[in-house]
């Protein structure tokens, strides 16, 4: 055989022209911002302009946390940078067992699996508990983690339309009867903020017998009496077999983890292939997330800050003229839509202009095809700083010619 | 008990319906029409358009099978099968 072999990244090539022809209209590259310095959890330093953040997922603002950094600083000090093993060789420190013993303090649980990122926590549980036969429910709008999950198991997968009740009772109906089921669900979506309508959809999935599994990536922290989730305030906590979080947003580190009260659910240390054969985190990551974890046991005056920051911006974003995801703010996320890319792009561009940093979201990662500008509050967002992100959204708003 | 042609036909002229809505291009429908390249359907389009079959026929569609369904013609087999 001779000549060039045949260039794999040829099927890139409308994606890469796509990006140079909005570059070339003179914006800046909206998936390649760098923080130079970042001076708390809603300021940082982007191209040498301080910049409020608003698109971190950091609702609890726990990453400057003074207990939090100071439990890092001791275990890189005791126990070093990383662990260099799996979970089940010689990666499980004493900061692992803490860190799962505060996930099932804080939810209440008889177990605790933690994982090296919330990504990892959904292919793990997923393609684990669901074999060849058996089916796992998902909504359409679901995190790429969740389909990944699916794609790296072999069950049969099954769609349902968006936080639909009656479609989710429809499509469990359908199915036969013996094979195991696992519906997937999430507390909050995150592209525009909206809670799913657990009470009625746990209902319908315990009719039908599945197994539930929610995802609570986004409401860890500050909805339920305890702060564990959509769940909790659904009032669901009983009939939820498995719950998935991150230490990535309300924690503020890295990680994934999985909590359930289930009677074996410690095999799936052996088991689980996304546990197994990858590395544990730093011993510097679990004690600060352990930290944290503990610290939002007791957070309500932050959980209060932040439902009213979030409110806030959700009415203020409205009075101006916005479009947004949703009809009330019914979590932290706060959706502006746009009717199509270039404003997207130049609206985001406007506000960071102007000192404000959000995230702009695109299909395919959008429902719908949307173009979102996506604000994520956080519970260390002062009183003034909200005010002035809603100055900069009007200057920047009008400049662009959206509101 | 192989359904009759006549099922099948008929079943085809169902599922053309269900398309229409869909064929935003206006391409024309015949067995070897496919979603992705003559529809130019994106992943949206075909949950939406996948779930209308469900119902209109009372099946599952899993993705497992979505993802060995290229054509019209494989489309209107799989509903065929599946309602058998």
Redesign the interface.
């Known amino acids: 055989m001779s000549g060039d072999p045949k260039d794999l990244f040829s099927k890139f090539d409308p994606l890469i022209a796509e990006r140079q022809a909005l570059l070339d209209s003179g914006v800046r590259d909206p998936f390649s911002i760098v923080m130079d310095e970042v001076r708390s959890p809603t300021l940082a330093l982007i191209q040498g302009r301080e910049t409020i953040l608003l698109g971190t997922y950091n609702y609890m603002g726990m990453t400057f946390d003074p207990d939090v950094v100071a439990a890092g600083k001791k275990a890189l000090d005791d126990f070093g940078a990383g662990t260099t093993g799996s979970r089940v060789l010689n990666g499980t420190y004493q900061g692992h067992k803490e860190v799962e013993a505060a996930l099932r303090d804080f939810y209440g649980t008889a177990h605790a699996i933690v994982f090296s990122t919330g990504y990892q926590a959904n292919l793990g549980m997923i393609s684990t508990l669901a074999a060849k036969g058996e089916y796992v429910i998902i909504d359409a709008d679901s995190h790429a983690s969740i389909y990944d999950g699916c794609f790296l198991g072999d069950a049969e997968i099954v769609r349902f339309r968006h936080n639909s009740v009656e479609d989710l009772d429809k499509r469990l109906g359908r199915l036969p009867p013996e094979p195991g089921k696992l519906v997937v669900l999430e507390g909050v979506y995150s592209m525009l903020g909206d809670i799913a309508p657990l009470k009625e959809m746990v209902a319908v999935a315990k009719k039908h017998h599945a197994m539930v599994l929610v995802d609570e990536a986004h409401g860890m922290g500050f909805f339920g009496k305890h702060g564990r989730g959509v769940f909790e305030e659904a009032g669901v906590e009983a009939d939820v077999d498995f719950v998935v979080g991150t230490f990535s947003k309300s924690v503020g580190t890295v990680g994934g983890f999985c909590v359930s009260n289930h009677p074996s659910f410690e095999v799936l240390r052996l088991v689980c292939r996304p546990y197994v054969f990858t590395a544990s985190l730093p011993p510097s990551v679990v004690a600060t997330a352990a930290t944290s974890i503990r610290k939002l046991m007791h957070a309500a005056p932050k959980r209060a800050h932040l439902w009213k920051n979030s409110r806030r911006l959700h009415q203020g974003l409205r009075e101006l003229g916005y479009q947004l995801g949703t009809a009330d703010a019914q979590s932290a996320i706060i959706a502006v839509i746009l009717p199509d890319q270039d404003r997207a792009v130049r609206l985001w561009q406007a506000l960071l202009e102007g000192g404000l940093y959000v995230n702009l979201a695109r299909p395919p990662a959008t429902p719908a095809g949307m173009y979102l500008l996506r604000c994520s509050l956080c519970a260390e967002h002062s009183d003034d700083q909200v005010g002035q992100i809603l100055a900069i959204f009007e200057a920047a708003g009008k400049a662009v010619g959206v509101i | 008990m192989g359904a009759t042609m006549s099922d099948r036909a008929e079943t085809f002229a169902r599922v053309a319906e269900l398309i229409a809505p869909f064929n935003k291009k206006g391409a024309t429908l015949g067995e070897d029409t496919t979603f992705a390249g003559d529809l130019e359907w ?3 389009t075909v ?1 939406d358009f ?2 209308a079959i ?2 209109e026929f ?3 569609i ?3 099978m979505q993802a060995e369904i290229d054509t019209v013609g494989q489309l209107v087999d799989a509903v065929e099968t599946l309602k058998a």
Do not use: K, Q, R
């Open positions: 994106d992943s949206l949950m996948v779930a469900e119902d009372d099946i599952l899993t993705m497992n």
